[in-house]
Nanobody, 125 residues
Framework: VHLVESGGGLVQPGGSLRLSCAASGFTFHSHVMAWARQVPEKGLEWVSAIYARGQTYYIDSVKGRFTITRDNAKNMVYLEMNNLIPEDTAVYYC????????????????????WGQGTQVIVSR
């Protein structure tokens, strides 16, 4: 399993970014895909997930601002982030399930599931 994130960067508050995750090495269309983020003082938290049939999940703080989509033909998952705020500053990781199903109701852990290397998002003036 190989996950590669891209699209992070520095953006002003109110701006937008689109994160991409290129996936390979597994049956993409049948796997849940998720985004998590890590801030050193707050740890790792799930941000959003999209299931094989297209159902989506978002944490409350990003609802209405972030949109997760997937392109099964290209083995890609995206996170469109609008109206960014400084609290969105973090390293964003793409993840997919390992042996056990990915569970957004459990805190994320690098010891479970498969993860990319992360992409930094900084929201600042």
């Amino acid at each position: 399993v190989h996950l590669v994130e891209s699209g992070g960067g520095l953006v002003q508050p109110g701006g937008s970014l689109r994160l991409s995750c290129a996936a390979s090495g597994f049956t993409f269309h049948s796997h849940v895909m998720a985004w998590a983020r890590q801030v050193p003082e707050k740890g790792l938290e799930w941000v959003s997930a999209i299931y094989a049939r297209g159902q989506t999940y978002y944490i409350d703080s990003v609802k209405g601002r972030f949109t997760i989509t997937r392109d099964n033909a290209k083995n890609m998952v995206y996170l469109e982030m609008n109206n960014l705020i400084p609290e969105d500053t973090a390293v964003y990781y793409c993840a997919t399930e390992g042996i056990q199903p990915l569970n957004v109701w459990k805190p994320p852990s690098f010891d479970r599931d498969y993860w990319g290397q992360g992409t930094q998002v900084i929201v600042s003036r």
